[in-house]
């Protein structure tokens, strides 16, 4: 060891070391603050990526959850179709009521139109669906609405004049028919798009 290095001051040696030590520490801080820089942004990329998938993921769920709806609705037109041709007519025949066939086919037409409107629609997506699948739904109502007015009310009013009741069959066939559909309709409203009532048109 020097003579100066013995007179050196331990103090101002021990003041000198520390600053070695902070610029040292100094020198280290910038490559700790990259590595955990590089870790940040590996972890932000990894949410990044899961996000995605789930998003996808919940986009192909909800692709699937719409097109079930829709076949769904198409189901319920069919349906509602079937029932006016194939029990309704028989009913009002077993009742020797006059069957209005021209009042009847109109009816089946606008149901088999709004069958093809929402057929249309399971190869088109975003916010012309939703619309038209709206409008489609009012429509079912509305065709609903008046089959019950102007022909299962009168049926079922003129039946319940008859001293002697017909043969019941076929409508009773169609009751049962007519008030389970009423109500999946009615599911298919709520679930949806607004309340909209059908179930004021069960027949009791």
């Not at 103090?11 to 801080?29: C, H, L, N, W």
């Not at 942004?41 to 769920?61: R, T, V, Y």
Request: proline content about 2%.
């Amino acid at each position: 060891m020097s003579e100066e290095e013995a007179n050196q001051d331990p103090a101002q040696a021990t003041g000198e070391e520390a600053e070695d030590k902070d610029q040292s520490a100094r020198t280290e801080d910038p490559l700790s603050d990259l590595s955990e820089l590089e870790k940040i942004k590996k972890e932000l990329q990894e949410e990044k990526e899961k996000a995605a998938q789930e998003l996808e993921e919940g986009e192909e769920e909800e692709d699937l959850r719409e097109v079930d709806y829709l076949q769904k609705l198409i189901t319920l037109c069919v349906q509602f179709d079937h029932h006016v041709g194939m029990f309704l007519m028989p009913s009002y025949i077993d009742c020797g009521l006059k069957y209005n066939h021209k009042l009847a086919d109109s009816y089946m037409k606008h149901l088999v139109t709004i069958q093809g409107f929402l057929r249309l629609l399971e190869k088109v997506d975003g916010v012309t669906r939703e619309a038209v699948t709206k409008d489609c739904i009012i429509r079912l109502r509305n065709v609903l609405q008046e089959i019950s007015k102007n022909m299962v009310k009168p049926l079922y009013k003129e039946v319940g004049l008859m001293k002697k009741k017909p043969k019941m069959e076929n409508l009773d066939n169609f009751k049962t028919n007519w008030n389970e559909r009423l109500n999946e309709m009615q599911q298919a409203c709520d679930f949806e798009y607004q309340k909209l009532d059908v179930k004021a048109l069960t027949v009791n």
